[in-house]
């Protein structure tokens, strides 16, 4: 064959591959990396303060700190003009330890206004206690930090270095990711309850009525998530007409709180989510051959029976694909959750999305995101797995 | 007995997924100011309001210009790559096929943070091409899915029956393959229009006030002043939706005419 | 002779407006190996369904061992089915395929296994216990689905076109298997398929169905020599049918006249009458090129095409009256296209059909 050298075909082939790599690499991955960076990143004390970052170094933290830190601190204080960077590096500092805020402020003129040396603990008593100067001397020790990752979790270092869980009141993250896993995982199992009889009866029946069934799967799937969400913010709502319907007919004599909170939101992700635990299970019974239930029955089992140990067995990989899909798309809901829920009902997306925006703390978003991306692809990787040698794939 | 219930458990899953698409289209005629049943009377007014109120205005044209850039982003895109991963040629495909599939994996609210702290060191976040760029990194799994697929399904032995025939394999290419990769693609390009059309949390994160999308409208609409004319706008995303949906039918139908793999 | 073990009583099965089986009545002794032949959809498969207790009849009854069993759901029938391509269960090793109806059934474990062990050796595949369906041979799985339909000792083992999916040579070593567990076994068993040869090598008794009735029921030989209709004649094995009308009926000797004027004679049998207009089928194999004395009919023609088929040669060959195929040993492979040849059959070749 003319022109079709296999190195040609295999050079034309990579360059056709490489704008896109290029751009998931640029667009994609480069955003998440910077995430996960944003989590772990903490330069402020080692870039603002860097005689005093040279001094904790050497620092064996058994001598006063002022004595040892002290003067390194006032000349930093005193090189730099960037107020914007030493704001960061009150805001790090008294996020370590409270009191800090005053305590820098009162230094910071002190040492601005004056020259030569400077003892800092005539400037306030709280330099004599070495707790401060540990706080200092950790924030200098590395650009890095486990800070945010811990706190995602409800963890902190204590001033000694060690990890300590919070006391529940400083944080509740971890009841977050909990109830993240809760509702995400009454949403599958509301789909399972939902989607495999339906599948079953689906795969049971042929023609006009299979299409139908799968046409009421497929069509939700097509419509806008916004417009599902939407729907179901007018259905439930107290004027709404699932509790008008129930009104009128007396079943009962005040609205039902549907909307804003957690039943609303389970409802109306299974909704959302439905379609896709019912067509891996579908597209798994469908290739059951169609005499193994009959084979059953034949051989003694009643239908019962037959379905227990036939087809249940033979459509569990779909039910776990359709679970994992359901679940994984679940736990990184936000939309839904932040139309239909209350305040008690915000998954963990919504709690990234509240530091990012509403606080611009991104190293807590990051490290809150880096949690969420590792159970998602977890999951997927199980699913993958689990799909890649069948084409169970949606 | 057991049949019955059957019928009856079949009739309430499909209301149950049918019924809340159903019950929102009409309210987009409301003339009342609450979104509501009984409907007191009809009316185009939220219609009106959609197309001459500045901020549903604005979202919609702000819609099209992102839905378009995207589409055509993520469709040449797209398909470039479909048609390298194509045959295994290049080292790791099966690692990029699974690769290219990962933006529908990731949660849009971790993509949205790390293109949000990017894109303003970047200098492109709160601009038209931004959006445009988050839209088709959630777009691209669509158009290789679909351009693969069609690829897949064309049957070798007509792109040898043309090489037989004397046709060079840049002719075969012109005259075979891209002819019959072309369902695949107006689909995939199909979905990705419908997928920046859907977009509300990456736009959250990279999309300033000047770019707010119909989607991020809708929601906020939801979030703080619910009016009927969130259902005005699901009447237009609805109507869209089905008109894309009989494209794509369309399309297929022409894909499962034309040559297929016997199998 | 005793009551029949299997009994269908004037049995029709519709489904909506479609009539698939029409007042049928059957009966299948103990021991003894049936089977039901005929083109798909004639209704064959509806039989054995509605004798598993998949289908229900219509109307009328199936008695098996003295019991109605119209109304019994399949699991409590006792009966060993073999499907089409096997139905094995892809899920479970070729041991827990074979004990799961004894598990149906509360067989305990060591029992249990000692049965399995037994059946999978019957079919020569004791060796392969704990392999997956999917990672035996064809053949192998034909044999794991029999010994599964055949371990918890049923009353009657029915089989639907079990060896449809093997090559010829593994089908052909299968029939004689199935055979040799028949007689060994003394098993009755229900056989479908659509293969005649099949039909031919394994049965006692064959029914010939076409549109939901039986054309024909009796043993191999009577099917194939004494075909009673014209489409019995032309489903089992190839023929020629040569059709024209009865002109004298004699003590020994029954003449026919074809209606370019040829003449045929046959055995006379009961039932002839002159005048009536009669097909004879005449099967090739029975027709020879070499004319001799107990050889009565001869008809001359041309050979109009002569093809090699390894143990035989089929000639077609012109004559004034009929077109004969003709089956004949390599010997006449001096035959070519355009040489005169001669049909000689005797009158005992000739069978009229009706």
Redesign the interface.
């Given at each position: 064959m003319r022109g079709g050298t296999p190195l040609r075909r295999h050079l034309a082939a990579a360059l056709m591959l490489m704008p896109l790599v290029v751009f998931l690499g640029l667009f994609f991955v480069w955003p998440i990396i910077t995430m996960l960076s944003e989590a772990v990143s903490d330069p402020v004390v080692v870039k603002t303060l860097p005689a005093t970052t040279e001094a904790a170094r050497a620092w064996d933290r058994q001598t006063p700190g002022a004595g040892a830190l002290g003067q390194a601190l006032v000349d930093d204080i005193r090189a730099t003009t960037d107020d914007q960077a030493m704001g960061d590096v009150v805001r790090r500092l008294n996020s370590a330890k409270s009191g800090f805020r005053t305590l820098m402020m009162k230094t910071l003129s002190a040492a601005r206004g004056s020259t030569g040396p400077l003892d800092l603990t005539t400037v306030d008593e709280r330099w004599k206690d070495n707790g401060y100067w540990e706080a200092i001397a950790a924030a200098a020790q590395s650009r890095y930090t486990d800070r945010n990752l811990l706190a995602a979790l409800d963890y902190a270092r204590n001033p000694q270095g060690s990890i300590e869980a919070l006391p529940p009141a400083a944080s509740n993250n971890a009841d977050i990711f909990k109830r993240t896993f809760v509702i995400s995982g009454l949403v599958t199992l509301m789909c399972i309850a939902l989607g495999y009889p339906f599948a079953m009866l689906a795969a049971s029946v042929t023609g006009w009525k299979r299409q139908l069934l799968l046409g009421a799967v497929l069509l939700p799937l097509w419509t806008s998530l916004l417009v599902r969400t939407a729907a179901w913010f007018i259905l439930l709502q107290d004027r709404g007409m699932i509790n008008s319907t129930l009104l009128g007919l007396g079943i009962i004599s005040e609205p039902l709180p549907l909307l804003f909170n957690r039943l609303g939101v389970v409802i109306a992700m299974t909704h959302v989510l439905l379609p896709f635990m019912v067509l891996p299970i579908f597209s798994v019974l469908i290739g059951i051959p169609g005499n193994l239930m009959p084979a059953a029955q034949s051989l003694g089992a009643s239908k019962l029976r037959a379905f227990w140990h036939v087809l249940l067995p033979l459509s569990l990989r779909g039910v776990a694909s359709g679970a994992l899909l359901v679940f994984m798309s679940a736990i990184g809901y936000y939309i839904t959750p932040a139309l239909i829920g209350g305040p008690r009902d915000q998954m963990i997306s919504s709690i990234i999305a509240f530091y990012a925006t509403g606080t611009a703390n991104w190293g807590m978003a990051g490290a809150l995101g880096i949690i969420l991306l590792a159970a998602t692809l977890a999951l997927y990787a199980v699913y993958h797995r689990l799909t890649s040698d069948r084409a169970l794939r949606v | 007995m057991f049949k019955a219930a059957?019928i009856l458990?079949?009739i309430m899953?499909?209301s149950?997924?049918?019924?809340?698409?159903l019950?929102?289209l009409p309210?987009g005629f409301t003339d009342s100011i609450?979104?509501?049943?009984p409907i007191p009377g009809f009316s185009w007014r939220w219609f009106h309001e959609l197309f001459t109120a500045d901020a549903w205005r604005r979202s919609i044209i702000n819609s099209l210009i992102v839905g378009s850039g995207t589409t055509i982003l993520a469709t040449?895109?797209?398909t470039?790559?479909a048609?390298?991963?194509?045959?295994r040629?290049?080292p790791f495909s099966g690692f990029?096929k699974?690769?290219?599939l990962?933006?529908m994996?990731?949660?849009?609210?971790?993509?949205?943070?790390?293109?949000?702290?990017?894109?303003v060191?970047l200098g492109v976040a709160y601009t038209y091409p931004g959006v445009i760029?988050?839209h088709?990194?959630l777009a691209?799994p669509f158009v290789?899915v679909n351009v693969s697929a069609s690829l897949d399904g064309i049957d070798r032995r007509i792109e040898r029956a043309a090489?037989s025939l004397g046709a060079?394999?840049?002719v075969v290419f012109q005259k075979v393959t891209l002819p019959l990769a072309i369902p695949g693609v107006l689909s995939g390009a199909v979905f990705a229009f419908?997928t920046s059309?859907?977009e509300?949390?990456l736009t959250?994160?990279v999309a300033g006030p000047n770019q707010r999308t119909l989607?991020r409208q809708?929601?906020s609409t939801?979030?703080e002043n619910?009016s009927p004319a969130?259902?005005s706008a699901?009447f237009l995303?609805?109507t869209g939706?089905i008109i894309?949906?009989l494209i794509t039918v369309y399309v297929r139908s022409q894909t499962q005419r034309s040559a297929r793999r016997p199998n | 002779m005793s009551d029949p073990y299997i009994l269908f009583q004037n049995v029709s099965k519709s489904f909506g407006p479609l009539t698939v089986i029409k007042d049928l009545d059957l009966a299948i002794d103990k021991g003894e190996f049936v089977s039901l032949l005929g083109p798909s959809g004639s209704g064959k498969t509806t039989i054995l369904m509605m004798l598993a207790g998949f289908e229900n009849p219509t109307s009328g009854a199936v008695i098996v061992g003295g019991q109605h069993v119209e109304k019994l759901p399949p699991h409590k029938r006792n009966m060993g089915v073999v499907f089409q391509s096997y139905a094995l269960f892809p899920h479970m090793t070729v041991a827990e395929n074979v004990a799961f109806p004894l598990n149906m059934r509360g067989v305990a474990k060591p029992d249990s296994a000692a049965r399995v062990q037994r059946a999978l050796d019957m079919v020569q595949l004791g060796a392969y216990k704990e392999r997956k369906p999917s990672q035996l041979s064809g053949g192998q799985q034909q044999r794991v689905a029999l010994a599964r339909a055949l371990v918890f000792e049923p009353a009657v083992v029915l089989m639907d076109e079990p060896l449809g999916a093997l090559d010829k040579q593994l089908r052909e070593q299968m029939q004689l298997d199935i055979r040799d567990l028949h007689k060994r076994l003394g098993l009755t068993i229900v056989f479908v398929t659509h293969d005649q040869s099949e039909a031919l090598t394994m049965s006692d008794r064959i029914a010939v169905f076409n549109h939901g009735k039986i054309e024909q029921i009796g043993k191999p030989s009577d099917i194939y020599d004494h075909p009673k209709t014209r489409f019995v004649a032309e489903f089992i094995g190839e023929t020629n049918l040569v059709e024209g009308t009865i002109t004298k009926v004699g003590k020994d000797r029954t003449t026919i006249t074809l209606k370019q004027g040829g003449k045929l004679v046959v055995d006379t049998r009961p039932g002839l009458e002159a005048g009536a207009a009669a097909t004879i089928s005449i099967r090739p194999e029975r027709i020879h090129f070499d004319r001799t004395a107990e050889r009565e009919n001869d008809f001359p023609g041309t050979v109009l095409d002569r093809v090699y088929h390894g143990d035989h040669i089929r000639v077609v060959l012109e004559t004034r009256d009929q077109r004969f195929i003709v089956k004949t040993d390599r010997r006449m492979a001096v035959l070519d296209e355009g040489d005169k040849a001669s049909a000689s059959f005797t009158a005992n070749a000739c069978w009229v059909v009706g």
């Open positions: - | 059957r458990f079949g899953v499909v149950f997924l049918i019924a809340p698409l019950v929102i309210l609450f979104l509501s049943y040449v895109l797209g470039l790559a048609l390298g991963l194509r045959d040629l290049v990029f699974t690769a290219f990962l933006p994996v990731v949660p849009a609210v971790v993509l949205g943070v790390g293109m949000q702290i990017l894109f060191k760029i988050a088709t990194v691209i290789v090489a060079p394999p840049h419908a059309l859907d509300v949390v959250l994160f989607a809708m929601f939801i979030r619910i969130i259902a699901a995303f609805i939706t894309l949906a | -």
